[in-house]
């Protein structure tokens, strides 16, 4: 099944450490390119989130981002760091000693002093850990939107290759009408010329002519490689790359058929050829 690049999951988790949000957005980009963004008591796991990334998913632009709010408790408590103030009281009361007056310390003062309060730490090995799983519950949210998003794609892809074997059918059949009006052309110019119709050299001029705007090929190469398109959609594997470059040799035989076209009827179908393979054009940058 083929899969969309551009999708967006959201998946979050509260526990005792407190609440992970993971959010994560993709589109369509040519390799796989991440920009990921961490609280600063994990940015540690960057290089196991692209790790695991590489090995889910193929190509894409992704911004992951990770929010984290520890619980309010005990997490949450200040404590004193008691030795510390009784080391700041003891310095005091010797300072006052050596100025000969009485230490009379400021609690406001010793609340500031750095390190006097302490600051709880999570369990940062615990919360990593708990992170990783949320983010691989994310990476399964974001490939389930791209496969649905990408069955729609590849439905949208198959009328289209529908509609274009429709216009290949009408051209094939105007193909003799138009071999006949160029040899009832032809046969009315000569007798306004007043020529000697020679029968021989009229199916002659009406054989270089009918070479030189020959579209078979064209048509063949056409069908072929639809039908190699609506084959590599069924693929279970990354198709995008192979998909564009089918593409690509549509939009060549297109042209070619374009500029071949002599009779107004198949210069409309060569037309809506190119304007269909245009818009599969732009389907196909979002597959993977």
């Not at 450490?17 to 796991?45: K, M, Q």
């Not at 302490?118 to 949320?134: K, N, Q, T």
């Not at 058929?257 to 269909?276: G, H, P, Q």
Request: net charge negative; hydrophobic share 45%.
């Amino acid at each position: 099944m083929i899969k969309s690049m551009t999708a967006f999951a959201s998946v979050s988790a509260t526990g005792e450490l407190g609440e992970l949000t993971w959010e994560v957005r993709a589109v369509n980009h040519r390799f796989l390119e991440a920009f990921i963004r961490l609280p600063e008591e994990l940015r540690g796991l960057d290089p196991q989130i692209r790790s695991r990334l590489a090995t889910r998913l193929q190509r894409g632009k992704l911004d992951c981002t990770l929010r984290y709010t520890p619980t309010v408790g005990v997490y949450n408590v200040l404590r004193l760091n008691q030795p510390l103030v009784y080391q700041l009281l003891m310095v005091g009361q010797e300072l006052g000693a050596l100025m000969g007056r009485a230490y009379e310390p400021a609690v406001h003062d010793l609340l500031r002093w750095p390190g006097v309060i302490l600051e709880p730490e999570p369990d940062i090995d615990r919360l990593a850990g708990e992170s990783l799983a949320l983010f691989e519950r994310a990476l399964d949210v974001l490939i389930e939107t791209r496969m649905r998003e990408g069955e729609r794609l590849a439905r949208t892809l198959r009328d289209r290759c529908e509609r274009l074997l429709d216009c290949i059918a009408r051209v094939r059949a105007r193909l003799p009408e138009v071999l006949e009006g160029t040899r009832r052309r032809l046969s009315e110019r000569l007798a306004e010329l007043r020529a000697e119709l020679d029968p021989a050299r009229l199916e002659q001029e009406i054989a270089l002519i009918a070479m030189r705007f020959d579209v078979d090929e064209e048509l063949d190469r056409l069908e072929a490689h639809l039908a190699e398109v609506v084959e590599v959609l069924g693929r279970d594997e990354p198709v995008g790359r192979r998909l564009d470059f089918l593409l690509q040799e549509l939009n060549r035989e297109a042209n070619t058929l374009a500029s071949k076209a002599v009779d107004v009827a198949v210069t409309r179908e060569a037309v809506e050829i190119k304007v269909l393979i245009e818009q599969m054009r732009e389907q196909i940058a979002n597959i993977e």
